[in-house]
């Protein structure tokens, strides 16, 4: 397993993954994290992961007046994180369609599984589902499983 201590996120076996400690901020009143503050934790490592490819959202965003949007997620809270945990995003791009991008992403403290999503996130334009630009389509297979189909 790499060693994600000293960048925001790095890719290790097909996986990107990016860490996240555990703050008062993040829990509610039992010291248990929020269960809304996971889905930040990995809108966290999705835009991180784009980052690593050298895919700056910014920069979609003002090109092409593309913009991703989660379109639906599949979600399991197996385990509580607690304050002060360290947890890894692991992030891996399952598929690559015309215009969804499909992602498993794991919630882990250590080698115990806390939370699981399956996220399939949309290229939008002008409010209307669109085709993912060809260099931003080449860029996003790089990281994929099953690139396009």
Same mark, same amino acid.
């Given at each position: 397993?790499?060693? *994600?201590?000293?960048?925001? $996120?790095?890719? /290790?076996? %097909?996986?990107?993954?990016? /860490?996240? &400690?555990?703050?008062?901020?993040?829990?509610?009143?039992? $010291?248990?994290?929020?269960? @809304? !503050?996971? #889905?930040?934790?990995?809108? &966290? @490592?999705? =835009?991180?992961?784009?980052?690593?490819? !050298?895919?700056?959202? $910014?920069?979609?965003?003002? $090109?092409?007046?593309?913009?991703? *949007?989660?379109?639906?997620? !599949? #979600?399991?809270? +197996?385990?509580?994180?607690?304050?002060?945990?360290?947890?890894?995003?692991?992030?891996?791009? *399952?598929?690559? %369609? @015309?215009?969804?991008?499909?992602?498993?992403?794991?919630?882990?403290?250590? @080698?115990?599984?806390?939370? =699981?999503?399956? *996220?399939?996130?949309?290229?939008?334009?002008? %409010?209307?589902?669109?085709?993912?630009?060809? +260099?931003?389509?080449?860029? +996003?297979?790089?990281?994929?499983? !099953?690139?396009? /189909?």
């Amino acid at each position: 397993m790499s060693d *994600v201590s000293h960048a925001p $996120g790095a890719f /290790s076996e %097909g996986r990107h993954l990016f /860490s996240v &400690r555990v703050y008062y901020e993040d829990t509610d009143f039992s $010291g248990i994290v929020y269960h @809304a !503050n996971y #889905l930040r934790f990995i809108e &966290r @490592a999705r =835009t991180e992961m784009l980052r690593e490819r !050298n895919m700056h959202q $910014g920069e979609i965003h003002t $090109g092409d007046a593309i913009f991703f *949007v989660v379109a639906r997620m !599949n #979600l399991e809270f +197996l385990r509580p994180a607690r304050m002060d945990d360290l947890l890894i995003v692991e992030t891996k791009a *399952v598929k690559i %369609g @015309a215009a969804v991008l499909e992602l498993d992403q794991i919630v882990r403290r250590d @080698a115990d599984i806390l939370f =699981t999503a399956r *996220v399939f996130i949309a290229a939008v334009s002008n %409010g209307k589902p669109c085709r993912l630009p060809k +260099l931003l389509r080449e860029k +996003l297979s790089s990281i994929a499983e !099953n690139p396009a /189909s």
